[in-house]
Protein backbone atom coordinates (compact mmCIF):
# COMPACT_ATOMS: atom_id res chain seq x y z
CA UNK A 1 0.00 0.00 0.00
CA UNK A 2 1.91 3.23 -1.19
CA UNK A 3 0.79 6.57 -0.61
CA UNK A 4 -3.17 7.54 -0.62
CA UNK A 5 -6.29 6.88 1.68
CA UNK A 6 -6.55 3.21 2.22
CA UNK A 7 -8.62 2.99 5.28
CA UNK A 8 -11.66 5.07 7.04
CA UNK A 9 -11.81 6.13 10.48
CA UNK A 10 -14.73 6.87 12.18
CA UNK A 11 -15.48 8.08 15.49
CA UNK A 12 -18.62 8.47 17.53
CA UNK A 13 -19.95 10.36 20.58
CA UNK A 14 -23.34 8.43 22.26
CA UNK A 15 -25.27 11.55 24.25
CA UNK A 16 -25.88 10.09 27.66
CA UNK A 17 -29.15 8.73 28.37
CA UNK A 18 -29.79 8.45 25.17
CA UNK A 19 -29.20 5.45 22.79
CA UNK A 20 -28.68 7.33 19.40
CA UNK A 21 -25.12 7.36 18.30
CA UNK A 22 -24.06 10.53 16.29
CA UNK A 23 -20.02 10.60 14.12
CA UNK A 24 -17.96 12.67 14.82
CA UNK A 25 -14.85 12.94 12.94
CA UNK A 26 -13.90 10.79 9.80
CA UNK A 27 -9.57 10.60 9.57
CA UNK A 28 -8.21 9.08 6.46
CA UNK A 29 -5.21 6.41 6.98
CA UNK A 30 -2.66 4.64 5.15
CA UNK A 31 -0.41 2.08 5.46
CA UNK A 32 1.82 2.99 8.83
CA UNK A 33 -0.38 5.15 10.55
CA UNK A 34 -1.19 4.95 14.08
CA UNK A 35 -4.33 6.27 16.17
CA UNK A 36 -4.97 6.43 19.66
CA UNK A 37 -8.90 5.86 20.78
CA UNK A 38 -9.75 6.94 24.26
CA UNK A 39 -10.88 4.91 26.40
CA UNK A 40 -15.28 3.69 25.80
CA UNK A 41 -14.54 5.73 22.76
CA UNK A 42 -17.02 3.81 19.98
CA UNK A 43 -15.25 3.61 16.62
CA UNK A 44 -14.86 1.30 13.45
CA UNK A 45 -12.00 0.98 11.31
CA UNK A 46 -13.22 0.57 7.59
CA UNK A 47 -11.17 -1.40 4.83
CA UNK A 48 -12.06 0.78 1.59
CA UNK A 49 -9.43 -1.20 -0.69
CA UNK A 50 -10.15 -4.80 -1.97
CA UNK A 51 -6.72 -5.76 -0.36
CA UNK A 52 -6.30 -7.41 3.19
CA UNK A 53 -6.14 -4.76 5.83
CA UNK A 54 -3.55 -6.20 8.78
CA UNK A 55 -3.84 -4.25 12.15
CA UNK A 56 -2.19 -4.32 15.27
CA UNK A 57 -4.80 -3.48 17.86
CA UNK A 58 -3.35 -2.58 21.70
CA UNK A 59 -5.37 -2.42 24.65
CA UNK A 60 -4.76 -1.17 27.72
CA UNK A 61 -5.63 -2.16 30.44
CA UNK A 62 -7.16 -5.29 28.69
CA UNK A 63 -10.87 -4.70 29.35
CA UNK A 64 -11.45 -7.81 27.82
CA UNK A 65 -10.59 -7.29 24.37
CA UNK A 66 -8.02 -10.56 24.17
CA UNK A 67 -10.95 -12.70 25.15
CA UNK A 68 -13.26 -11.04 22.77
CA UNK A 69 -10.81 -11.53 19.75
CA UNK A 70 -9.97 -15.21 21.12
CA UNK A 71 -14.21 -15.43 21.03
CA UNK A 72 -14.54 -14.60 17.40
CA UNK A 73 -14.89 -16.69 14.69
CA UNK A 74 -11.55 -18.61 13.75
CA UNK A 75 -10.08 -18.18 10.89
CA UNK A 76 -7.50 -20.34 9.04
CA UNK A 77 -4.40 -18.33 7.63
CA UNK A 78 -3.94 -19.09 4.22
CA UNK A 79 -0.45 -18.09 1.69
CA UNK A 80 -1.07 -14.70 1.30
CA UNK A 81 -1.77 -14.37 5.20
CA UNK A 82 1.52 -16.13 6.05
CA UNK A 83 3.85 -14.34 3.29
CA UNK A 84 2.63 -11.08 5.64
CA UNK A 85 3.70 -12.37 8.74
CA UNK A 86 6.84 -13.97 7.58
CA UNK A 87 8.05 -10.38 7.26
CA UNK A 88 7.89 -10.04 11.02
CA UNK A 89 9.73 -13.20 12.28
Do not use: W
Not at 20 to 31: C, R, V
Not at 52 to 78: H, K, Q, T, W
Amino acid sequence: MEGGDHLIYRTYAKEQNVREIHELATISLKAGDSLLVRPTGIHEIQNIETNRLYALCVMVPNENFSELIRSGIPEELDEEDLQVLSHFS
